[in-house]
Every structure is written in structure tokens, then in C-alpha cells.
């Protein structure tokens, strides 16, 4: 067995916490605000991606992805090009229950813009959290839209 480093005693152990990730999604949060709206997307979406692995950040990383999957389908495509599908399968397997109900929403997004997530999907065990969920979620009122027979 392996003993972990220590610093040096001339080397404090104590690092100041970083604002970059909470003032790039003040940033992205403005930018969903008042922004223009075009294919390119805002420069933030990458970092936002990556901010939903830092655990301080992961609840307004995730409502602030949510509101921008909302704009539309270019914004899916957007966060998908981006790699945003490793991430929301990490996390779709997360024990914090204040995360599924946001988690839905974008899952469900990603997986209504592209065909091979959806393939993916039923290969993967977050599937069984993510229907597991909308099982038991009997206060989500959901409603078929579709002309479906038999729906």
C-alpha cells in the first residue's frame, strides 16, 4: 500500500477556491438572458459541460443547460457536438435526488434530437434509472401529444 503525498512544510495545503466556473455560467446564465440567439451558441456551452462534474456547481450547471436545450433543437445539437452525452449518463446514475427531475428534461431532449442516443440508451443501465424514475414520478403529469393508436 501506497502512502499518499504531503507537501512540503513551506507549501501551504490550503488553495483559495476558484471563481472561473461560477462566473462562467454568470456568464452563459446572462448570455440565455439576453444573448443573441444563433447556431453558434455561446461560448460557454463546453465549459458548462464540464462544470456538471464539479459537485458546488452541478444543480445551476444542470437548470442553466436545461433552459438551454428549451431554446430549441439547434442548442441540442449544439450540446451533443460538444459531447454532452458522457456526462448526462454520469450523472443519470447519481444518488442526489434534487438532479432527476432536471436530469429527465434533458435526457429527454437529447434522446428526442438524435437517433443514436437513443440507440445507446437501451444498451446502457442508466436507462433503467431514467424509466425507473418516470415510474415512480407520480407527480410529474405527462401527456401524449402524438395521434398514436392505442396512446
Same mark, same amino acid.
Given at each position: 500500500?501506497?502512502?499518499?503525498?504531503?507537501?512540503?512544510?513551506?507549501?501551504?495545503?490550503?488553495?483559495?477556491?476558484?471563481?472561473?466556473?461560477?462566473?462562467?455560467?454568470?456568464?452563459?446564465?446572462?448570455?440565455?438572458?439576453?444573448?443573441?440567439?444563433? =447556431?453558434?451558441?455561446?461560448?460557454?456551452? #463546453?465549459? $458548462?459541460?464540464?462544470? +456538471?462534474? *464539479?459537485?458546488?456547481? /452541478? !444543480? &445551476?450547471?444542470?437548470?442553466?443547460?436545461?433552459?438551454?436545450?428549451?431554446?430549441?433543437?439547434?442548442?441540442?445539437?449544439? =450540446?451533443?457536438?460538444?459531447?454532452?452525452? #458522457?456526462? $448526462?449518463?454520469?450523472? +443519470?446514475? *447519481?444518488?442526489?435526488? /434534487? !438532479? &432527476?427531475?432536471?436530469?429527465?428534461?434533458?435526457?429527454?431532449?437529447?434522446?428526442?434530437?438524435?437517433?443514436?442516443?437513443?440507440?445507446?440508451?437501451?444498451?446502457?443501465?442508466?436507462?433503467?434509472?431514467?424509466? +425507473?424514475?418516470?415510474?415512480?414520478?407520480?407527480?410529474?403529469?405527462?401527456?401524449?401529444?402524438?395521434?398514436?393508436?392505442?396512446?
Amino acid at each position: 500500500m501506497t502512502t499518499p503525498m504531503r507537501l512540503p512544510p513551506h507549501i501551504s495545503s490550503s488553495f483559495p477556491r476558484s471563481a472561473f466556473f461560477a462566473n462562467q455560467l454568470t456568464a452563459f446564465e446572462v448570455w440565455l438572458r439576453f444573448g443573441k440567439r444563433s =447556431a453558434a451558441g455561446p461560448d460557454q456551452v #463546453p465549459i $458548462v459541460l464540464q462544470v +456538471l462534474l *464539479s459537485q458546488p456547481h /452541478r !444543480l &445551476r450547471a444542470l437548470a442553466l443547460l436545461a433552459r438551454f436545450l428549451d431554446l430549441g433543437p439547434w442548442a441540442g445539437n449544439l =450540446a451533443l457536438v460538444v459531447g454532452i452525452f #458522457p456526462y $448526462v449518463i454520469k450523472l +443519470l446514475q *447519481s444518488p442526489d435526488r /434534487r !438532479l &432527476r427531475h432536471i436530469l429527465v428534461f434533458v435526457w429527454a431532449k437529447i434522446l428526442a434530437l438524435d437517433r443514436s442516443c437513443q440507440v445507446r440508451t437501451a444498451l446502457w443501465t442508466a436507462v433503467k434509472v431514467f424509466a +425507473l424514475f418516470c415510474v415512480l414520478s407520480t407527480h410529474v403529469h405527462v401527456e401524449c401529444v402524438c395521434d398514436c393508436p392505442g396512446v
